[in-house]
């Protein structure tokens, strides 16, 4: 695999057609398409498989289980965190579009994931909160002006499958109706907060602490992220030609459709390299 750095971004890796299209012209939402370049797949492949590791495992901790148990017991860590490869197109499908969101949210839209879910699944199959991915809009000069972002993501190599399930999940964050216990934004808010103070992370997690009440203050919430990981192979704008806002006004929701050849071998390349331990750990 090339050498590449997590210190690139995910913007080296695209096409030079890449870009923000701007408002759908029958969803009505803002519309961003990214299309990985097919001379740069060995090198977003590395990118998104070291990106894939630490979703999983927190880099220093990694590093401490190299130091005290060698290659093999890092290796053992890291098997025991990703799904099975029995499951590969399926669950480590979807766990890598999580985490093409959590590049292309950091890297182009500039918001900050302070807590990754991967880390913490009681099994492969059970997430830690209803909610794909949670990140923030940090304001350090007015913290006042920080906001709160929501995404779900559905990744496939088929044209359709997930496309109108993203919508409607994303529309289902504010449905009328939700209790506190069964509220996702709520919930996924109080996860990060509890992770933040457990990490001793006691300034940012009370900056964040108000987000609690984004489901009645919805000012709080900056955007509704319906994503579409896709094959390019396979991918073709009329699987968006039947989708209808009900529930949110297009003006809060921010489609990206990122497009990559070979979907399925993309996906086998980022565990491989995930799986890969050594000396550049920590």
Not at 196 to 210: N, S
């Amino acid at each position: 695999m090339p050498n590449v750095s997590r210190k690139s971004t995910v913007k080296n890796f695209l096409t030079s057609a890449s870009a923000k299209r701007g408002q759908h012209p029958s969803i009505g939402c803002q519309c961003h398409d990214l299309e990985v370049d097919d001379e740069q797949f060995e090198e977003f492949c590395t990118y998104a498989g070291e990106a894939l590791r630490e979703a999983y495992v927190d880099p220093e901790y990694l590093a401490s289980v190299l130091e005290r148990e060698g290659f093999l017991g890092a290796q053992k860590l890291l098997e025991e965190k990703f799904p099975s490869e029995e499951n590969r197109f399926s669950l480590r499908t979807g766990d890598f579009g999580e985490v093409v969101g959590h590049i292309v949210l950091q890297d182009i839209f500039g918001l900050t994931i302070p807590v990754f879910k991967l880390r913490f699944k009681t099994n492969w199959e059970k997430t830690a909160f209803g909610i794909d991915i949670i990140a923030f809009r940090l304001h350090d000069e007015d913290p006042q002006e920080d906001a709160v972002v929501f995404a779900e993501v559905k990744t496939s190599k088929d044209r359709d499958r997930g496309v109108e399930a993203v919508f409607k999940e994303v529309e289902s964050l504010v449905a009328e109706g939700q209790s506190e216990a069964k509220n996702k934004m709520r919930n996924a808010v109080r996860f990060v907060s509890e992770r933040l103070f457990d990490q001793q992370q006691y300034e940012l997690e009370r900056r964040l602490y108000r987000f609690l009440d984004c489901y009645t203050n919805p000012h709080y919430v900056e955007a509704f992220y319906p994503f579409l990981v896709r094959d390019k192979q396979s991918w073709g704008e009329e699987a968006l030609d039947d989708i209808v806002l009900d529930k949110l006004d297009p003006n809060r929701v921010v489609l990206c459709v990122f497009v990559i050849g070979h979907l399925e071998e993309a996906v086998q390349a980022a565990y491989e390299m995930a799986a890969q331990v050594g000396e550049e750990i920590g």
